[in-house]
């Protein structure tokens, strides 16, 4: 069996490429059904965010898993796969373990220390599992990672020392208008990331947040805690002319906001300025909007900056993240070579036990009745000599390896 984790994230593809390969979550299950079908694949798991889609799969050693996920990703999102490939990255083995623990642990996201990618980690691990999709080493695998990134924040200062995507979209909404006392704010969507935002918008002296979405029930929870006001959905269009940032973070899959929207909207400002932050995947406002007079859009990847001034101060302390993410590596590579060798010491061992007794048999039938003495003593030199030609082998078999999922 082998384990393979194939992947995107802001780093390997830009946001135009994410928001295509991204997965809406309705769609999650019928996909999630679809890969467990894939030949070979014995268990799967898809992590879908705005920064990353990753599929972690297990698989027949015999299987081209490379080309059964490539496949597969392509075929899920309508696109074809020479598009896709040149994004991707792949790692098998312990390599993988080491990804997935680091994910886990939030150093491989766009915020070093971010808490939410933990949560994204461990909901698409619950719906797997839910979906039959993952029973068994990939699962094991799993509840390691949460159990590593348990460790690296209560180890490390990580937590303390990260800001997340939304407040690095409050900073730079400080970058466009100085301080933000007074300004009207729209937030779109009430999924955590937007509600991140809001709180620090309200921390950050806002006058007033108005919050629309899909389902007012989510909208009126979001406006309670935050402490903003809820618009109706159906009239968050004719409220964009009255605010001074958007921010938008909806389940959209298309356009919220259009170039001609947004042209009426400036004009009934008379080209005040107006900040847009669009931190959704896909993205809910049209690029194009940016070519309008006084119109600041800026997309989830333009955080990049914002989040980069932040990473300097993180560096140490990634540093023995890192260091607790290696052990705990190599902890799970000797836990698994064991258990995988654990099977084939026991079978020879029985081996060797019988070639034993069958030659005592043998040799008993030309020496004739033994002494209690001498049934003893033949006892222990046989098991005696056995023993020493086991040990070597067993002890190879035992050695710690650095591939825990290589040839049996």
Not at 74 to 97: C, M
Not at 323 to 333: G, L, Q, S
């Amino acid at each position: 069996m082998k384990l393979l984790l194939t992947g995107l994230n802001h780093r390997t593809a830009p946001v135009e490429v994410r928001e295509r390969l991204a997965f809406e979550d309705q769609a999650l299950p019928q996909a999630l059904d679809d890969l467990k079908r894939q030949p070979g694949l014995i268990e799967g798991m898809i992590l879908s965010t705005c920064n990353r889609v990753e599929v972690a799969v297990t698989a027949d050693e015999q299987a081209d898993v490379e080309s059964t996920v490539e496949r597969f990703l392509a075929d899920s999102r309508h696109v074809e796969r020479a598009w896709v490939t040149p994004y991707l990255y792949r790692f098998d083995g312990p390599e993988a373990i080491r990804h997935l623990f680091r994910v886990a642990s939030s150093l491989d996201s766009m915020v070093v220390g971010e808490p939410q990618i933990l949560g994204q980690l461990k909901s698409a691990y619950a719906l797997a599992k839910e979906c039959g999709a993952v029973s068994g080493f990939l699962g094991q695998v799993m509840d390691r990672a949460f159990s590593v990134a348990k460790r690296v924040r209560s180890e490390t200062d990580i937590g303390q020392s990260a800001v997340s995507v939304s407040y690095a979209a409050v900073e730079l909404a400080r970058e466009i208008f100085g301080a933000l006392q007074g300004k009207r704010v729209l937030v779109v969507g009430a999924g955590k990331m937007a509600e991140s935002a809001a709180r620090h918008l309200r921390r950050a002296g806002v006058s007033e947040i108005l919050v629309t979405n899909r389902t007012r029930e989510r909208a009126e929870a979001m406006a309670e805690d935050c402490g903003g006001r809820v618009l109706a959905y159906e009239l968050f269009e004719d409220a964009v002319p009255e605010v001074d940032i958007v921010l938008a973070s909806s389940g959209a899959p298309h356009f919220i906001l259009t170039r001609d929207q947004m042209r009426i909207a400036m004009g009934k400002r008379r080209n005040r300025p107006m900040f847009l932050i669009d931190i959704a995947v896909p993205r809910n406002i049209d690029p194009a909007v940016n070519e309008l007079e006084s119109v600041f859009l800026y997309d989830i990847d333009d955080l990049g900056r914002v989040v980069d001034d932040n990473k300097r101060g993180r560096v140490e302390t990634a540093k023995e993240a890192e260091e607790i993410v290696r052990e705990e590596v190599d902890r799970m590579v000797l836990r698994l070579k064991t258990r995988e060798v654990a099977p084939v010491i026991i079978v020879l061992q029985e081996q060797f036990e019988t070639w034993r007794r069958g030659e005592i048999d043998r040799q008993r039938q030309k020496l004739g009745a033994l002494t209690p003495q001498q049934e003893e003593a033949i006892e222990a030199i046989t098991r005696g000599l056995m023993n020493k030609f086991a040990h070597r082998l067993i002890s190879e078999l035992k050695r710690p390896k650095r591939d825990p999922l290589g040839d049996e």
